[in-house]
């Protein structure tokens, strides 16, 4: 049997190899570059913030705990109006820079009936209604140290990390998502497309 | 003879079947061949499957899986630690994004790596499903005709007896196939008198076994790595940990498990007792460690109780919940200056490395006025003051302290870059006493300044938890065993054959015995040659009357 000259064929094998690792990356990129899966949109330019079409809407999950204040709050108690509900820590860098944005929508939104309702996840109660003072928040959160909440919502919407804000429509169902720190723009577009129902 | 010389053709395909060189040599031709015949589409593929499947491309597949997994280990990764990517996206500005790019920061969810992975595994099915066909085809196979002359097998007798030559070879058919050969016998009347007889397929099944078992651990580690999980999570006494991805402190996913697929339970840590050893040489040595918990498997369900050990791991809806580690988290109530509370929570400190949990960590209070409040601090279970210094002489918390440095300034939160919260960033910070603050529990320390309090309230104790489900774990085991005990049975199991030729005499007839095996390393076969020979003499001997039967 005709050899070629072993380090030779070590070569084109290894040439070889690498050029079958190309191919699979350039066929795998093709295929996980593609498209969303339906009814959910991507707002322009950024995956970090989801709108889900009528339909395609999972049930937010309701939940009761105790706010920072000491009272004790429904979130069934919010169902037909929209809400935006935001996913917090006192420890956490990005919710402490999101803060001022969703302070400023809020008292614009709540003015044309859309609330708000912070889920105040692993912290102290001292130190997030410190937060909440500081920043003035003109809205309540739910303290939820252990992540029951996050645990409530696992089926419907992962949430995975702080900051999430998501937003709720006036039947209960999850219209929208934002993963990690939220922007204006964002907010008020999701708004904007849920109030356009 | 050339019967002998050359296997027949059911020979030829295990040849090769004691290691890889079947795909090897096919792939050697394969090269050989490529680049002289110029052959179309067809050709090319076979020719890259040959390649893919061969042992060499493999090798070099798994190098470069190892090569590809160190970047994962010198850059920061987002899947462990995100604060560091960020970190190192401001420290390199030029650098980060192209690394980014090539999808460095986050190596083993990469195409590339994908990519690596994908044609291993393929080239490792392909190259174990065509021999373990092959495999099977030689297990079923019948043992070739027997050798024209027996006297030039490497073992073979010939003796006389006075049967007849058709009682004799029916005889010894009936003999060796008592004895467990698979035999073969002549096609037809002309064909002569003769007989083969093989012995040993469990050898074939042995590497039957340890091919299918390969590909079992395969297909395992694949589910594993597919739909198992890994994740950590630090508890302290009294909190309760959900399992979901957010609760948990690191979570390393399988390719397709998404955060919505963690079974929902939710454990609480009632309390945590670690015994050490209080006299003698040990001294310090732990001795038992419980953490009590209660958890409820499904939201809404019965609570039950549980008592985790090292190495008596919970096991819950499909999850086992190890104890890794546990510390002190002390706990701090702090007010600032404008005399409101702005903390009140147990911080777990980190435990440092001399073994008597001396513990160090730092309380961030970002809302206090005016200004923001950092505390870095150490914990000593059983303080005593050497030469004016603290040092812990027993892990136990028998005479607990803490001593704390304040700072007041700027924490760095809001620069927008994570950070760890057991590192305090002082940088635009300044100290507020010049000395340490030592506090045993329930001792307040008014800051200078009138910039707040802080109050070491008590302590609770704090445990680490893994948390891993692994799919692919038992099967991964169960098909350890069987390719072990495959590749066990094919090297102690040989394949022997004995062939049996008897030709018309005068008187009765001749009997020529031969044997052969093909791989007799471990010896043997003579013996049992010889004890098959003289059995065989000794039933062709016996008095015709037992030959009737």
Same mark, same amino acid.
């Given at each position: 049997m ?5 380090r030779r064929?070590?070569v084109v094998?290894a040439?070889?190899a690498?050029?079958?690792?190309l ?20 707002l322009?330019?950024n995956?970090n913030?989801?709108?889900?079409q ?7 999950p ?12 429904r979130?069934?108690s919010?169902?037909?109006r929209?809400?935006?509900?935001n996913?917090?820590?006192?420890w ?8 001022a944005?969703?302070?400023v929508a809020a ?11 912070g889920?105040?996840?692993?912290d102290n ?9 500081g920043? %003035?928040? /003109?809205y309540?959160? +739910?303290s939820d140290p252990?992540d029951?909440v996050?645990? @409530?919502?696992g089926s419907? *919407?992962?949430?995975? %990390?702080? /900051?999430?804000?998501? +937003?709720?429509d ?6 929208? @998502?934002?993963?990690?720190? *939220?922007?204006?723009s964002?907010?008020?577009?999701l708004?904007g497309?849920?109030?356009?129902r | ?7 027949p ?9 004691d290691?890889?060189p079947?795909?090897e040599?096919a792939?050697s031709?394969?090269t050989?061949?490529a ?15 040959r390649?893919?499947?061969?042992m ?7 190098f470069?899986?190892?090569?590809g997994?160190i970047?994962?280990?010198?850059l920061?990764?987002?899947g ?11 420290s390199?500005?030029?650098l ?10 986050n190596?083993?969810a990469a195409?590339?790596f ?7 595994f393929?080239s490792l099915?392909g190259c174990?499903v065509p021999r373990?066909?092959?495999m099977v085809g030689?297990?079923?196979?019948l043992?070739?005709?027997?050798p024209?002359?027996l006297?030039?097998?490497?073992l073979?007798a010939?003796y006389r007896t ?13 003999l060796?196939?008592?004895?467990g ?6 096609d037809?009347?002309g064909?002569?008198r003769?007989?083969s007889a093989e012995k040993?397929?469990l050898?074939e099944a042995g590497n039957?076994l340890?091919?299918l078992a390969?590909?079992g651990i395969l297909?395992?580690?694949a589910?594993?790595g597919?739909?198992g ?10 909190g309760?940990f959900?399992?979901t991805?957010i609760?948990v402190?690191?979570?390393h996913?399988?390719r ?12 609480t ?6 015994s ?5 040489a040990?001294l310090g040595?732990p001795?038992?460690f419980d953490?009590?918990?209660r958890?409820?498997a499904?939201?809404g369900g019965q609570?039950r109780?549980a008592?985790i050990?090292v190495n008596?791991?919970l096991?819950v ?9 546990h510390?002190y ?9 404008t005399?409101?509370?702005?903390f009140?929570?147990?911080?777990p400190f980190i435990v440092?490395?001399?073994g008597d ?13 005016p200004?923001?409040l950092?505390?870095s601090g150490a914990f000593?279970?059983t ?6 210094t603290?040092e812990s ?5 028998d005479?607990p302290?803490?001593?704390l440095i ?6 760095g939160?809001?620069s927008g ?9 002082t940088?635009q910070m300044?100290q ?5 603050q030592?506090?045993?529990?329930g ?14 309230a008590g ?5 680490t938890l893994q ?5 692919g774990?038992?099967p991964?085991?169960v098909?350890?065993a069987?390719a072990l005990?495959?590749l066990?049975?094919?090297?102690l199991v040989?394949r022997?054959r004995?062939f049996?030729r008897v030709?018309e005499?005068p008187?009765?007839s001749v009997?020529?015995v ?14 049992e040659f ?7 003499k ?7 009357r037992?030959?009737?039967d």
């Amino acid at each position: 049997m005709p050899r070629a000259k072993p380090r030779r064929r070590t070569v084109v094998l290894a040439a070889t190899a690498c050029a079958g690792v190309l191919a699979v990356v350039l066929a795998v990129t093709a295929f996980s570059g593609g498209g969303t899966a339906t009814g959910v949109s991507y707002l322009a330019g950024n995956t970090n913030a989801v709108y889900y079409q009528p339909g395609h809407r999972h049930v937010a999950p309701d939940f009761s705990g105790t706010t920072l204040t000491g009272q004790a709050l429904r979130f069934a108690s919010y169902r037909g109006r929209v809400v935006v509900l935001n996913f917090w820590g006192s420890w956490c860098v990005p919710c402490r820079t999101e803060a001022a944005t969703l302070t400023v929508a809020a008292n614009q939104y709540q003015r044309s009936g859309v609330e708000f309702l912070g889920v105040d996840i692993q912290d102290n109660v001292a130190s997030a209604a410190a937060f909440a003072r500081g920043h %003035a928040v /003109p809205y309540p959160s +739910v303290s939820d140290p252990n992540d029951l909440v996050p645990l @409530a919502f696992g089926s419907a *919407v992962p949430i995975a %990390a702080t /900051p999430t804000t998501l +937003v709720v429509d006036a039947s209960g169902h999850i219209a929208g @998502a934002v993963f990690g720190e *939220v922007t204006y723009s964002e907010l008020s577009t999701l708004l904007g497309k849920v109030a356009a129902r | 003879m050339t019967e002998l010389r050359t296997p027949p053709p059911a020979d030829r395909a295990h040849v090769d079947e004691d290691g890889f060189p079947a795909a090897e040599a096919a792939a050697s031709r394969g090269t050989a061949k490529a680049p002289a015949t110029g052959f179309g589409l067809a050709g090319w593929l076979r020719w890259a499957w040959r390649q893919l499947t061969s042992m060499r491309i493999a090798l070099i597949l798994l190098f470069l899986l190892a090569l590809g997994s160190i970047p994962g280990s010198i850059l920061p990764q987002q899947g462990t630690d995100p604060a560091a990517v960020s970190r190192y996206f401001k420290s390199h500005p030029s650098l980060a994004p192209l690394l980014n790019h090539l999808g460095l920061f986050n190596v083993f969810a990469a195409p590339w790596f994908a990519a690596i992975y994908l044609l291993l595994f393929t080239s490792l099915v392909g190259c174990v499903v065509p021999r373990t066909f092959r495999m099977v085809g030689s297990a079923r196979s019948l043992p070739p005709r027997a050798p024209r002359n027996l006297g030039r097998l490497p073992l073979s007798a010939e003796y006389r007896t006075g049967l007849e030559a058709d009682a004799a070879l029916a005889k010894a058919a009936r003999l060796l196939s008592g004895h467990g050969f698979r035999l073969r016998q002549p096609d037809g009347p002309g064909d002569g008198r003769w007989l083969s007889a093989e012995k040993g397929y469990l050898r074939e099944a042995g590497n039957l076994l340890f091919h299918l078992a390969l590909l079992g651990i395969l297909v395992s580690v694949a589910l594993g790595g597919m739909f198992g999980y890994k994740a950590d999570k630090l508890l302290v006494e009294g909190g309760t940990f959900a399992d979901t991805a957010i609760d948990v402190n690191e979570f390393h996913p399988g390719r397709l498990v998404s955060g919505s697929d963690l079974p929902p339970f939710t454990l609480t840590l009632t309390k945590f007792s670690a015994s050490y050893v209080s006299s003698g040489a040990q001294l310090g040595e732990p001795s038992a460690f419980d953490a009590l918990v209660r958890y409820t498997a499904t939201p809404g369900g019965q609570a039950r109780s549980a008592d985790i050990q090292v190495n008596h791991p919970l096991s819950v809806d499909g999850d086992r919940i190890y104890l890794l580690g546990h510390g002190y988290a002390p706990v701090f109530k702090v007010t600032d200056a404008t005399g409101k509370v702005v903390f009140d929570d147990a911080v777990p400190f980190i435990v440092g490395a001399t073994g008597d949990f001396l513990s160090q960590g730092v309380v961030k209070v970002p809302d206090a006025k005016p200004e923001q409040l950092g505390f870095s601090g150490a914990f000593v279970p059983t303080a005593v003051s050497v030469n004016g210094t603290l040092e812990s002489i027993f892990p136990a918390p028998d005479h607990p302290v803490v001593s704390l440095i304040a700072y007041g300034g700027d924490l760095g939160l809001n620069s927008g870059v994570s950070q760890s919260v057991y590192d305090l960033n002082t940088a635009q910070m300044h100290q507020l006493a010049a000395r340490p603050q030592v506090l045993q529990p329930g001792q307040s320390w008014t800051l200078p300044g009138g910039k707040g309090t802080i109050t070491f309230a008590g302590y609770k104790q704090w445990i680490t938890l893994q948390i891993t489900h692994d799919p692919g774990q038992l099967p991964a085991l169960v098909c350890g065993a069987a390719a072990l005990g495959g590749l066990l049975l094919s090297f102690l199991v040989r394949r022997r054959r004995i062939f049996v030729r008897v030709a018309e005499a005068p008187e009765g007839s001749v009997v020529q015995v031969g044997g052969l095996t093909r791989t007799d390393a471990s010896g043997g076969f003579e013996d049992e040659f010889a004890a098959l020979a003289t059995e065989l003499k000794a039933a062709h001997e016996s008095p015709p009357r037992e030959s009737g039967d």
